[in-house]
Nanobody
Framework: VQLQASGGGLVQAGGSLRLSCAAS????????MSWFRQGPGKEREFVAG?????????AYADSVKGRFTISRDNAKNTMYLQMNSLKPEDTAVYYC???????????????????WGQGTLVTVSS
Protein backbone atom coordinates (compact mmCIF):
# COMPACT_ATOMS: atom_id res chain seq x y z
CA VAL A 1 0.00 0.00 0.00
CA GLN A 2 1.31 3.43 -0.93
CA LEU A 3 -0.16 6.68 0.36
CA GLN A 4 0.37 10.06 -1.29
CA ALA A 5 -0.66 13.13 0.70
CA SER A 6 -1.15 16.51 -0.94
CA GLY A 7 -2.89 19.84 -0.54
CA GLY A 8 -0.81 21.54 2.11
CA GLY A 9 0.29 25.14 1.86
CA LEU A 10 0.38 28.55 3.47
CA VAL A 11 -2.90 30.10 4.56
CA GLN A 12 -3.96 32.94 6.81
CA ALA A 13 -5.75 32.30 10.05
CA GLY A 14 -9.44 31.76 9.40
CA GLY A 15 -8.79 30.32 5.99
CA SER A 16 -9.39 26.85 4.57
CA LEU A 17 -7.45 24.05 2.95
CA ARG A 18 -8.36 20.59 1.71
CA LEU A 19 -5.87 17.79 2.05
CA SER A 20 -6.02 14.65 -0.06
CA CYS A 21 -4.54 11.22 0.48
CA ALA A 22 -4.50 8.88 -2.49
CA ALA A 23 -4.00 5.21 -1.76
CA SER A 24 -2.61 2.71 -4.25
CA UNK A 25 -1.52 -0.87 -4.15
CA UNK A 26 -3.75 -3.15 -2.12
CA UNK A 27 -5.69 -0.14 -0.99
CA UNK A 28 -9.12 -1.73 -1.31
CA UNK A 29 -8.43 -3.78 1.80
CA UNK A 30 -7.68 -0.70 3.85
CA UNK A 31 -10.83 0.27 5.64
CA UNK A 32 -9.49 2.56 8.35
CA MET A 33 -7.66 5.69 7.26
CA SER A 34 -6.66 8.60 9.43
CA TRP A 35 -4.84 11.90 9.53
CA PHE A 36 -2.16 12.68 12.07
CA ARG A 37 -0.08 15.82 12.42
CA GLN A 38 3.20 16.83 13.97
CA GLY A 39 3.83 20.45 14.83
CA PRO A 40 7.22 22.04 15.53
CA GLY A 41 8.67 20.52 18.67
CA LYS A 42 5.57 18.41 19.27
CA GLU A 43 4.73 14.75 19.16
CA ARG A 44 2.64 13.29 16.38
CA GLU A 45 -1.04 13.50 17.26
CA PHE A 46 -4.28 12.11 15.91
CA VAL A 47 -6.42 14.55 13.95
CA ALA A 48 -9.27 12.61 12.35
CA GLY A 49 -10.07 9.14 11.10
CA UNK A 50 -12.66 7.27 9.10
CA UNK A 51 -13.56 3.59 9.04
CA UNK A 52 -16.20 1.30 7.64
CA UNK A 53 -16.83 1.10 3.91
CA UNK A 54 -20.55 1.70 4.20
CA UNK A 55 -21.13 3.57 7.44
CA UNK A 56 -18.01 5.73 7.26
CA UNK A 57 -17.64 6.00 11.00
CA UNK A 58 -15.58 9.08 11.86
CA ALA A 59 -13.59 10.35 14.83
CA TYR A 60 -12.00 13.71 15.51
CA ALA A 61 -9.57 15.20 17.97
CA ASP A 62 -11.28 17.69 20.26
CA SER A 63 -9.02 20.46 18.96
CA VAL A 64 -10.41 20.18 15.41
CA LYS A 65 -13.98 19.07 16.02
CA GLY A 66 -16.42 21.36 14.26
CA ARG A 67 -13.71 22.83 12.02
CA PHE A 68 -12.33 19.82 10.16
CA THR A 69 -14.26 17.23 8.16
CA ILE A 70 -12.89 13.91 7.01
CA SER A 71 -14.37 12.06 4.05
CA ARG A 72 -13.50 9.35 1.58
CA ASP A 73 -14.19 8.53 -2.05
CA ASN A 74 -14.03 4.74 -2.17
CA ALA A 75 -14.12 4.64 -5.97
CA LYS A 76 -10.98 6.78 -6.09
CA ASN A 77 -9.30 5.25 -3.02
CA THR A 78 -8.83 8.78 -1.79
CA MET A 79 -9.37 10.33 1.63
CA TYR A 80 -9.87 14.03 2.21
CA LEU A 81 -9.55 16.42 5.12
CA GLN A 82 -11.44 19.67 4.73
CA MET A 83 -9.95 22.17 7.16
CA ASN A 84 -11.89 25.35 7.90
CA SER A 85 -11.34 28.19 10.35
CA LEU A 86 -7.67 27.37 10.51
CA LYS A 87 -5.62 28.60 13.44
CA PRO A 88 -1.88 29.15 13.82
CA GLU A 89 -1.78 26.18 16.18
CA ASP A 90 -2.89 23.97 13.29
CA THR A 91 0.52 24.52 11.70
CA ALA A 92 2.10 21.10 11.27
CA VAL A 93 3.11 18.41 8.86
CA TYR A 94 -0.01 16.35 8.19
CA TYR A 95 0.34 12.64 7.56
CA CYS A 96 -2.21 10.18 6.30
CA UNK A 97 -2.06 6.63 7.54
CA UNK A 98 -3.92 3.37 7.20
CA UNK A 99 -4.21 0.22 9.24
CA UNK A 100 -5.57 -3.28 8.68
CA UNK A 101 -9.25 -3.97 8.98
CA UNK A 102 -10.61 -3.21 12.44
CA UNK A 103 -14.31 -2.91 11.80
CA UNK A 104 -15.77 0.50 12.47
CA UNK A 105 -13.29 1.37 15.20
CA UNK A 106 -11.01 4.34 14.52
CA UNK A 107 -7.79 4.05 16.49
CA UNK A 108 -6.19 7.29 17.70
CA UNK A 109 -2.84 5.59 18.32
CA UNK A 110 -0.17 6.12 15.70
CA UNK A 111 1.48 2.82 16.53
CA UNK A 112 -1.57 0.94 15.30
CA UNK A 113 -1.07 2.20 11.73
CA UNK A 114 1.30 0.36 9.45
CA UNK A 115 1.41 2.47 6.29
CA TRP A 116 2.09 6.20 6.20
CA GLY A 117 2.17 8.88 3.55
CA GLN A 118 5.10 11.27 3.22
CA GLY A 119 3.38 14.21 4.88
CA THR A 120 2.24 17.58 3.62
CA LEU A 121 3.07 20.86 5.36
CA VAL A 122 0.30 23.18 6.49
CA THR A 123 1.35 26.62 7.68
CA VAL A 124 -1.22 28.99 9.17
CA SER A 125 -0.11 32.58 9.60
CA SER A 126 -1.62 34.87 12.20
Amino acid sequence: VQLQASGGGLVQAGGSLRLSCAASGRASSRVTMSWFRQGPGKEREFVAGISGWITGNTAYADSVKGRFTISRDNAKNTMYLQMNSLKPEDTAVYYCATRPYSGNFVSRTAGNYDYWGQGTLVTVSS
